[in-house]
């Protein structure tokens, strides 16, 4: 079955600690993409790559880091500069960025900082 | 900027009641429309989009006009079941600008059928 995975599916850490949330597809997408989701608010974008070994800074891509090594996987590290890490956090792919292209969504990784 | 606002919820319906959730935007270029539904716990499905004005997307009973000329793309329902109590998002992809094709959601519209 062609999908989008996401691990883990909840992740605690410590303050002052870095955590990496993975997130692989085998729908041979081109263009990936890192959403954060917080209670009662939209998503909104951290980062995205359009081709492999290329990503660009999202909305809100302050105190995260992502590599895009392969095309199939897009991970991103949560660092501890993020001052307010605690959300829902989606990974999406497309073909392509244009317009009419359909963004899938994995089923979420949910961190929570202690 | 792109915005995309959606109709405060939550909406709390009875089964087989008629659904309208309200979605307007604006957007600097020419945007397709989406609505995302969002069941507990888990990631978001696409659930209908319009590409282009006057489109009509449909999927499992529930629809959605892509009207230019009110900004609008509500979606609608003519008979609600407890399976569709979830999140509801409406969000627009716009290729113009800096952009660069991401989605831009709306707040999200929380739908609670009972039976």
């Known amino acids: 079955d062609g999908g989008i995975t996401q691990s883990p599916k909840y992740l605690f850490r410590k303050e002052g600690q870095n955590v990496t949330l993975s997130c692989e597809q085998n729908l041979n997408h081109d263009a990936m993409y890192w959403y954060r989701q917080d209670p009662g608010q939209g998503l909104r974008l951290i980062y995205y790559s359009q081709i492999v070994n290329d990503f660009q800074k999202g909305d809100i891509a302050e105190g995260y880091s992502v590599s895009r090594e392969k095309k199939e996987s897009f991970p991103l590290t949560v660092t501890s500069a993020q001052k307010n890490p605690t959300a829902f956090y989606l990974c999406?792919?497309?073909?392509?960025?244009?317009?009419?292209?359909?963004?899938?969504f994995g089923p979420g990784t949910r961190l929570t900082v202690l | 900027g792109d915005s995309v606002t959606q109709m405060e919820g939550p909406v709390t319906l009875s089964e087989e009641a008629f659904l309208t959730i309200n979605c307007t935007y604006t957007a600097t270029g020419y945007p397709s429309l989406f609505w995302y539904v969002q069941y507990p716990g888990e990631g978001l499905q696409l659930l209908l989009k319009a590409t282009k004005a006057d489109d009509k997307g449909s999927n499992k009973g529930f629809e959605a006009t892509y009207r230019k000329e009110t900004t609008s793309f509500h979606l609608e329902k003519g008979s609600v079941q407890v399976s569709d109590s979830a999140v509801y998002f409406c969000?627009?992809?716009?290729?113009?600008?800096?952009?660069?094709?991401?989605?831009?959601f709306g707040q999200g519209t929380i739908l609670t059928v009972h039976p």
């Open positions: 999406a792919s497309s073909i392509l960025t244009g317009t009419t292209d359909t963004q899938y």
């Open positions: 969000a627009l992809r716009d290729a113009g600008g800096t952009s660069y094709g991401k989605l831009t």
